[in-house]
């Protein structure tokens, strides 16, 4: 097998994956967007084999357009439509995003469809996602306060499991009634829990009505009324309506990205001609005072809150870990320290009370799921292979081994994929950080070493950037290991945010648990111990 180039790969991939946050992370936005308007139809895009389908006209009740644009940039839209049924009635959305990853474009396609009742319960939903050459497919169906849920990848058999379903969940149609029925004088606020396909399951979301305001929109000024949306699981979004409660604008401020949609025509936006579509890296990362060995055994870091985000706050939780500590904390920030995690000396222990050390008796790091096929037989073979070449090793041995086979396997390190699973991974051999970990992932599985990925920032050239890397589980404390670099070792310039299975939960539950970081935080490097 031809080694493939090594450190200086590792930046180059990893510094995409704040941006990828934000990219994978729209569809779920965009649908918490749609709540308040008038949900919309699907159109001819790509979503499996290149297939473009017109769904029929009859029925339809509803159909809006809305064009999406990234920091002023058009990147796509968003159409929606809401169709009556035998049961009740069909919302069904499509988005088609488009952006620049540095120079490589990338584009995501997804499909929603949520079947509801006339009083907004549940009946069934489907979901099709193409972020990489493989389409993965979501499909539920409700039984009581139970949704069967299938998920199947491409070339990949289904993978099952039941889920509990919120009582007070209303679908989006429901959700669009109560909120023009409640929202009519400034001040009003409505309080729902709406499902959502992508993490299957309602998120609570919180609408207040604002005062009239000026707005453009197309070419003239319009009076309309600003609604502010808010969750705990997804961005601060403001709505402009007007008087029927059609929504005519919509803002979300990703980090120093920020997100518009504006109500178009379905001639409007297929008629638009390709064009520059907007690059989501360089205004995701986070400048440094000086740079950081990639050896460093420790790291002081102050992380300062912008503008004293209330977002960013929160989001501290997410810090402490094994190997982080805060060290202080205040209305403005706190003092970070990460030490380099291994699996001997106590420079190096895990701490045995950190929470996500109580939580390794979680038995999805084991399984095999629709990102991480451990079970796909390539994936098994290669395992079995590596081992049976160490003879006598020690789990950690192996654990290593396994990151610098992935590390030489993935031979085209390219930035076109979105997110693709292990199988994708291990048959094209290409991909960037996400691909190396969810890969490694598998086959530490495959070997009966419990894994999961860890999503965080990594150093490159005096910037802190998104990055996704693999955790293993040996002696009862993860143990960092970064396919990407296939340095046998993961040191200080990492600082995890986020960790998952990606069993039940998909990327977006995992990367949404990142955005209140984009943009929140200034960080100052304090002082750098080496080995």
């Known amino acids: 097998m031809a080694p493939a180039t090594r450190r200086r790969f590792a930046p180059a991939l990893g510094r995409r994956s704040l941006a990828r946050c934000v990219a994978l992370a729209l569809p779920s936005i965009l649908s918490f967007v749609a709540t308040g308007c008038v949900r919309e139809p699907q159109l001819g895009a790509p979503i499996a084999g290149g297939a473009s389908v017109e769904p029929s006209r009859a029925n339809v009740l509803r159909e809006e357009w809305h064009e999406i644009r990234i920091s002023g940039k058009p990147a796509g839209f968003i159409a929606i439509e809401e169709r009556a049924t035998e049961r009740g009635f069909l919302t069904t959305s499509r988005t088609r995003l488009e952006?620049?990853?540095?120079?490589?474009?990338?584009?995501?396609?997804?499909?929603?469809?949520?079947?509801?009742?006339?009083?907004?319960?549940?009946?069934?939903?489907?979901?099709?996602?193409?972020?990489?050459?493989?389409?993965?497919?979501?499909?539920?169906?409700?039984?009581?306060?139970?949704?069967?849920?299938?998920?199947?990848?491409?070339?990949?058999p289904p993978r099952t499991r039941t889920v509990s379903l919120d009582s007070r969940a209303v679908g989006p149609r429901r959700a669009r009634q109560l909120t023009r029925e409640a929202l009519v004088n400034e001040g009003d606020t409505l309080e729902l829990f709406v499902f959502n396909c992508e993490l299957v399951r309602a998120i609570a979301q919180r609408s207040t009505l604002g005062a009239e305001e000026d707005i453009e929109i197309g070419g003239r000024r319009r009076r309309l009324r600003r609604v502010l949306t808010s969750s705990a699981e997804l961005p601060e979004v403001t709505l402009w309506i007007d008087e029927e409660h059609r929504q005519l604008r919509s803002r979300v401020p990703?980090?120093?990205?920020?997100?518009?949609?504006t109500l178009s025509t379905r001639e409007a936006i297929l008629s638009q001609p390709g064009g520059d579509p907007p690059e989501v890296y360089f205004a995701t990362s986070l400048a440094l005072n000086r740079a950081i060995p990639n050896d460093a055994a420790e790291v002081v870091y102050r992380v300062r809150f912008r503008d004293g985000s209330e977002i960013a706050k929160q989001a501290v939780a997410l810090l402490s870990r094994a190997g982080q500590t805060i060290e202080s904390e205040d209305a403005n920030g706190l003092v970070?320290?990460?030490?380099?995690?291994?699996?001997?000396?106590?420079?190096?222990?895990?701490?045995?009370?950190?929470?996500?050390?109580?939580?390794?008796?979680?038995p999805s790091a084991l399984l095999p799921s629709a990102l991480i096929e451990s079970d796909n037989a390539n994936i098994v073979a290669a395992a079995h292979g590596v081992r049976q070449s160490l003879g006598d090793a020690t789990p950690w041995m192996l654990a290593r081994a396994?990151?610098?086979?992935?590390?030489?396997?993935?031979?085209?390190k390219t930035l076109d994929k979105a997110f693709a699973s292990a199988a994708e991974?291990?048959?094209?051999?290409?991909?960037?950080?996400?691909?190396?970990?969810?890969?490694?992932?598998?086959?530490?599985?495959?070997?009966?070493?419990?894994?999961?990925?860890?999503?965080?920032?990594?150093?490159?050239?005096r910037a802190l950037v998104g990055h996704m890397w693999t955790e293993v589980l040996i002696d009862g404390h993860w143990i960092p290991l970064d396919a990407t670099a296939g340095a046998g070792r993961v040191s200080a310039d990492h600082i995890a945010l986020a960790d998952s299975t990606l069993g039940d939960s998909s990327s977006s539950d995992l990367l949404l648990r990142l955005l209140p970081i984009l943009g929140g935080i200034e960080v100052e490097v304090l002082s750098i111990a080496l080995p």
């Open 402 to 412: 396994l990151e610098r086979w992935v590390h030489e396997h993935v031979t085209e």
């Open 336 to 362: 970070l320290r990460v030490r380099a995690v291994g699996p001997e000396g106590p420079r190096e222990r895990a701490e045995a009370d950190d929470a996500s050390i109580k939580r390794t008796s979680d």
């Open 254 to 261: 990703l980090g120093d990205l920020v997100m518009e949609t």
């Open 99 to 156: 952006m620049r990853r540095g120079e490589t474009p990338i584009e995501l396609h997804a499909i929603e469809e949520i079947e509801e009742d006339a009083a907004g319960r549940i009946l069934s939903f489907s979901q099709a996602r193409k972020m990489s050459r493989r389409t993965t497919t979501t499909r539920g169906r409700v039984n009581g306060d139970r949704i069967a849920v299938s998920v199947e990848t491409e070339g990949e």
């Open 425 to 461: 991974v291990f048959e094209d051999r290409a991909g960037d950080c996400t691909e190396h970990a969810v890969l490694l992932a598998a086959l530490l599985r495959a070997a009966d070493l419990p894994a999961r990925v860890v999503a965080g920032l990594v150093h490159h050239r």
